[in-house]
């Protein structure tokens, strides 16, 4: 049996916990680490099935999709079901998105259990104001994810460390605004590029950061200076020991000056022989969460 059919792992995750929501259980995959696909993004246009056969056989177990490369090549959930690839998170635009029922279905498609927001632009990071419509949206987004058994996560950019109000980041602003039932996804590296302790970051929001976004490099913001994890000036050891509440760890190039499919086997191999890379089945919590109206627009 596949443990990638939705209808496989809601019944597998039945045997170990007692948990449910819209009577379906939603699988944890617990230190995971997956590779997200925007790093071999050039391969995966040219052959998504070659490109997913590909990363299988780098010794992957698990991978982190995007909404936009599942729908515009949707083979891509059959070669990540054929390969027995875990999908714990697919990342979507939710910000400023009319429509969210597409996202929320296609997750489930995928078997991914949580949905991550991965990119609000600089420009919409200029108030407090903004940072309060980005915690509504998100918080609403929460809500009708939750009536799906699904869960939704933020992850951030350099911005929003870096841009700050009355002293204080935007960053910090913005998990004051969110319900608890919004995790966090953080790349570490761009929380250091922001000009924050990485660490000290990490640990003061551990309760709610359950992915961590791993890459190295000399801490700038050159996307081609990025090197594979435990290679560059990263902490790396430090940020996953302090993520006390982590379920998996992401590897990610947002460019590479090489290969990319062997940089990304060299980070996969020393971020498992930190986390050691188990899978367990158990249930995610989505909550109960109180939602009002909010205005959305474009898809940003």
């Known amino acids: 049996m596949n443990r990638l059919d939705p209808s496989a792992r809601s019944r ?9 929501l819209d009577g379906e259980r939603f699988p944890v995959v617990h230190h995971s680490v997956s590779l997200q696909l925007y790093s071999v993004r050039d391969a995966l246009e040219a052959d998504p099935v070659g490109t997913i056969d590909r990363v299988a056989a780098l010794g992957f177990t698990a991978v982190e999709s995007g909404f936009k490369a599942l729908t515009a090549h949707p083979e891509l959930v059959d070669a990540i079901h054929r390969n027995d690839l875990a999908t714990p998170t697919m990342t979507s635009p939710l910000f ?42 998100l918080n609403a987004s929460a809500a009708e994810a939750a009536a799906h ?14 841009t700050r109000f009355d002293g204080v980041q ?20 761009w929380v250091a590029v922001g000009g924050e302790d990485a660490v000290a970051f990490v640990g003061r929001h551990a309760d709610r950061i359950r992915y961590l976004h791993l890459k190295d490099g000399p801490i700038d913001r050159e996307n081609t200076h990025q090197r594979p994890a435990g290679t560059g000036s990263m902490p ?14 992401v590897v990610e ?16 191999l020393y971020l498992t022989g930190i986390v050691g890379g188990s899978v367990e089945t158990g249930s995610v919590e ?15």
């Open 12 to 20: 597998d995750a039945a045997a170990t916990s007692d948990e449910t």
């Open 96 to 137: 400023r998105v009319a429509d969210r029922e597409a996202v929320w279905a296609l997750a489930k498609r995928l078997g991914a259990h949580t949905v991550v927001e991965t990119f609000i632009p600089e420009e919409h990071w200029t108030s407090v104001e903004d940072v309060d419509a980005i915690a509504a949206e």
């Open 149 to 162: 058994g699904l869960r939704v996560g933020y992850h951030n950019h350099w911005w929003e460390l870096e």
């Open 170 to 189: 935007a960053m910090e602003l913005l998990i004051d605004r969110l319900v608890p039932e919004v995790i966090l996804e953080i790349d570490a590296y």
């Open 236 to 249: 790396i050891r430090e940020l996953i020991a302090a993520a006390t509440s982590l379920e998996g760890v």
């Open 253 to 268: 190039f947002d460019a590479y000056d090489g290969d990319v499919f062997a940089a990304s086997e060299q980070s996969r």
């Open 286 to 300: 989505t909550g109960a969460v109180e939602t009002g109206t909010v205005e959305t627009g474009a898809n940003a």
